[in-house]
């Protein structure tokens, strides 16, 4: 069975930056992505239908991550997936920071801070995954895929944080017996 790959994939008129996509964010924090708008009302970020207006890259990333984590092979086959890829890691990073006894304020803290921590970009030399994703072509394109994967990191932590703390101020045992699981092998 094959890993289920980005349904942003047949989108034309996206701004990639190496090979990573710069797609559209529903979103409120600051950055270069452009913005989607907001859900529908009576709908949530849990059950957005894929063929909405207001799905983005990260719910695909939080729907499918589960999933794909199981795999340790993921063959891309476009930019859309390299964010997938990424975000899947990410989620991986928050998932090791939530403890089973910490409280949805500890856990905000915990991974707003990891969010919002220096990171490696394509091409710099900690980036995991270089033998897969191009470095920017100049320093004005680094900064700008810098920004926009900081957007993605410190929503993709505020939704993630929505779903492991839904039933209250425990996190959900189902999501934490996943922060053990590494995609494609790797970690950030």
Request: one cysteine or more; charged letters at 25%; glycine letters at 6%.
């Amino acid at each position: 069975m094959p890993a289920y790959h980005s349904i942003f994939l047949q989108d034309q008129d996206v701004r990639v930056i190496g090979n990573f996509a710069l797609l559209p964010l529903r979103t409120r924090t600051r950055g270069p992505a452009y913005t989607l708008p907001p859900l529908p009302a009576g709908v949530s970020d849990l059950d957005i239908d894929p063929d909405s207006e207001s799905y983005d890259p990260l719910d695909e990333v939080l729907s499918l991550f589960r999933a794909n984590t199981f795999f340790r092979n993921f063959e891309i086959k476009g930019p859309a997936d390299r964010l997938l890829i990424y975000g899947i890691l990410f989620l991986s990073e928050c998932l090791g920071k939530i403890r089973p006894g910490m409280g949805s304020r500890d856990a905000e803290k915990a991974l707003l801070t990891a969010a919002l921590d220096q990171f490696a970009i394509p091409g710099d030399p900690g980036f995991p995954l270089n033998q897969n994703f191009e470095a920017p072509k100049n320093k004005n394109d680094a900064e700008t895929l810098r920004q926009y994967m900081s957007q993605l990191r410190q929503e993709l932590a505020t939704r993630l944080l929505a779903r492991v703390y839904a039933g209250g101020n425990t996190p959900s045992k189902w999501w934490l017996s996943f922060n053990k699981r590494r995609f494609m092998g790797k970690t950030l």
